[in-house]
Every structure is written in C-alpha cells, then in structure tokens.
C-alpha cells in the first residue's frame, strides 16, 4: 500500500500526522503501509516556485492513494493566479483523473447538537452523496460571455455522455453495496434533456445491480428532503452542479466542518482523500485543530481504494468510543466536556483503536 502524504499548508500539517500516527498503527495488524511526503498548495509553492510542482506529480501518480491535509492561506493571496494553493488541489485532481467524489455526511448521536436542526431530526444521520466532477454545465462547451444583440448574454452547456453517467453510477451502485443497499439519483429530468439521459442511463446500470433498490428524486424536491427529513437518505448520486450544492447542504447538516472526511476516485479506485474543511489559518499552529476529519479519510482510504473494511470500520470505531468518552477538540466542545488539542485527539483515537 503506497501512501502520498501531503500535509499542505495552515493547519495541514498538525492534522496529517494525526493521520499517520493511525494508520502506522495499523502497520501492527500486518498491513503493508509505506508512506511518502510530498508537497503540494503554498508550501509547494515556497520550496519549489509551483503549487503543484513535478516531483509531486510523479509521487501522487506512483502511489496508490494520497492522503492531503489541506492547503491556502493568506499569506498567498498575492500570489499570481497560475501560483495560487488552490491550482495544486486543481492540479492533482486531474492529473489522477479523479471524477468520483464521495461526500458522506455522518452525525454521530453525541453531537447532535451542534446542528441547526433538531436533534429530533438529525441525530444519527448517514448519508454518502456521490457527486460526478469532471462533466456536467461547469465543463461543458460552448460557454462564455457575448454580446448578442446589443446586450451581453451569457451561456454555459450542461453535457453528460452515457459513458460519463454510466461510471459514476457504478461507483455509487458499489458504495450502496458496502452500506444499506438503497440509492437515489438526483436530477431534473421534468426540465432538462441532459438529466433525462441521467435517469435513463442511471435506471439501465440498475439492472446490474438487482440487489441495490434505486430511486429517483428531483433535485429542487432532495434539497427541501434534505432539511425536511435528511435520514430517509442513505447513498445518493448526482451531476457536478447538484452534487456541489447537495454536498455541502448536507454536510452543514452535522454543524461539525472538523468531522467531515471525503474521497474522490479515478476508474481504478485509486483515490485523494481529504478533510472537507480547509487549512483554518485562523488556528494553525496552536494545537487545537480537530484532526478526526483528517482520521476518517484515512479510514475512507482503507474502504474504498484497499478494500479492507474491517481496517476502515476499526478507525470509525475508534472515533465513535473517543465522543462516546466525551472527548471534544475545541471546535465541538460542549459545557461537561473533555477538552482536547489536536495531538492529544489523535492519542485517544490510537488508544481506542
Ligand atoms: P476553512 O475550512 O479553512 O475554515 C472555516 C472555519 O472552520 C474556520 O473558522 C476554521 O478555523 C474552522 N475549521 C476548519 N477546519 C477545522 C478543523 N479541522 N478543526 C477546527 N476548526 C476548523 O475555510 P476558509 O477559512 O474559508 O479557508 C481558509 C483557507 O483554506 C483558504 O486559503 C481557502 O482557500 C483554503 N481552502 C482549502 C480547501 C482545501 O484544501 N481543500 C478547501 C476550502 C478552503
Ligand atoms: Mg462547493
């Protein structure tokens, strides 16, 4: 198992080792892990005058997986366009091919409060959004800006093939496999030709998959579901635009940025995996960063691109004890509460696994 470690920038770096105290802890259970640095995002762009420099490139494209803490801050601003943090992340994204982003939205019951919604209503909520990334009316052509008829009109093309749709489907048709088996694609089949297709293609990959139950919602109907009630969800799938929206809709269902992990996968289940948030330049550097977002990517990693769930599920275990212990990094402390910082968390989490 050839791990890319790359910490990036702000708080980056505290959480990542975090990370790496976890799974080199596995390493007991047998597991084969070798883990490389790389740089990636503004410490990239200090050491090696690019964001996502060569030698980075080679590294992601060896390995089997990466692990990223994440990168920006402020202090890059200035930088020209071509040099910025954010064009590393655009970078690897393509450089590996990534089009399957997956999105879980999980609320553990202990902190069920930290949501704007009811507790009533959230706790316990569990649910995969799998959104397309590399199609969809953000890539597709013709688009821009013109001038028609004395006034500027703009324009953008919302374009899937069946090839694209048929590919995130099976990803999604496979993660509903690992959990409850239920799957809704998300479109807008009653005004758009392009997610008729969606549905189409969706319903006829179903066919390969008769133990997995589809359904179908519109996407105006799963953003008011998802306030209304988001635990009718399990795995849902959807284009890039919807999916862009759903996922961070459901994941301010939590209220907790600092728990959320994700993971995009190229056709061969490699995959980045990375916390939600960003590199939080706000608290960099002072030890209280919550590195469990970080920690359930690495158990993601396990999952999805070395398909040992059993590894995976013992770090989400291990998470779960630590809350159930009232442990708290500082961003989802409670009155009553352990307060931990960001080293100390990554200590309960080895002691539990
Ligand atoms: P952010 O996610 O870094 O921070 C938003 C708020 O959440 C801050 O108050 C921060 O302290 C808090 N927060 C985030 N992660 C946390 C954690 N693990 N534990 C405790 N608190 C946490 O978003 P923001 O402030 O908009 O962006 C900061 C920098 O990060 C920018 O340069 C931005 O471009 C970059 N960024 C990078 C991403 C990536 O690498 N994938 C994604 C989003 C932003
Ligand atoms: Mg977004």
Redesign the pocket.
């Known amino acids: 198992m050839k791990i890319a470690v790359l910490a990036?920038?702000?708080?980056?770096p505290e959480?990542i080792a975090q990370a790496v105290r976890v799974l080199e802890a596995l390493r007991s259970d047998g597991l084969k892990i070798e883990l490389e640095w790389g740089l990636l995002?503004?410490c990239a762009v200090e050491a090696a005058g690019e964001p996502f420099p060569e030698a980075t490139r080679k590294l992601a494209t060896d390995a089997d997986a990466v692990i990223?803490?994440?990168?920006?801050?402020?202090q890059?601003?200035a930088l020209p366009r071509p040099l910025r943090?954010?064009r590393g992340?655009l970078g690897i994204r393509k450089a590996l091919n990534l089009f399957a982003n997956l999105r879980p939205a999980l609320l553990y019951p202990e902190l069920a409060n930290a949501s704007t919604l009811k507790p009533e209503i959230v706790a316990g909520l569990d649910i995969l959004i799998v959104r397309e990334l590399t199609g969809d009316i953000y890539f597709g052509e013709p688009r821009g800006i013109e001038q028609r008829e004395g006034q500027r009109v703009g324009f953008n093309t919302m374009v899937y093939s069946e090839a694209e749709i048929d590919r995130i489907a099976r990803v999604a048709f496979g993660a509903a496999r690992r959990r409850n088996r239920r799957l809704c694609s998300v479109d807008k089949m009653n005004v758009l030709e392009c997610t008729q297709l969606w549905r189409d293609v969706v319903t006829e990959t179903a066919e390969e998959y008769p133990d997995v139950e589809l359904s179908h919602m519109l996407v105006d109907n799963a953003a008011m579901q998802l306030i209304r009630d988001p635990r009718q969800f399990d795995v849902m799938v959807t284009g890039n635009m919807f999916g862009d929206i759903l996922s961070d809709e459901a994941s301010m269902l939590t209220g907790s940025?600092?728990?959320l992990p994700s993971a995009s996968l190229d056709e061969n289940n490699k995959g980045l995996y990375?916390?939600?948030?960003?590199?939080?330049?706000?608290?960099a550097g002072k030890n209280?960063?919550?590195?469990?977002?970080?920690i359930l990517s690495a158990a993601m990693m396990l999952r999805y691109t070395f398909d040992l769930e059993s590894a995976a599920a013992r770090i989400e275990g291990a998470v779960k004890k630590v809350l159930a212990e009232g442990y708290r990094?500082?961003?989802?402390y409670e009155p009553g509460m352990k307060k931990l910082g960001?080293a100390e968390m990554g200590g309960a989490v080895l002691a539990n696994l």
Not at 277 to 282: I, M, Q, R
Not at 288 to 294: D, W
Request: no cysteine; aromatic share 2%.
């Open positions: 990036g920038d702000g708080i980056g959480i995002g503004g990223l803490g994440a990168v920006g801050g402020p890059y601003d943090p954010e992340l940025i600092g728990m990375e916390p939600i948030h960003g590199s939080a330049p706000d608290i209280v960063a919550n590195p469990l977002a970080t990094t500082a961003d989802i960001t």
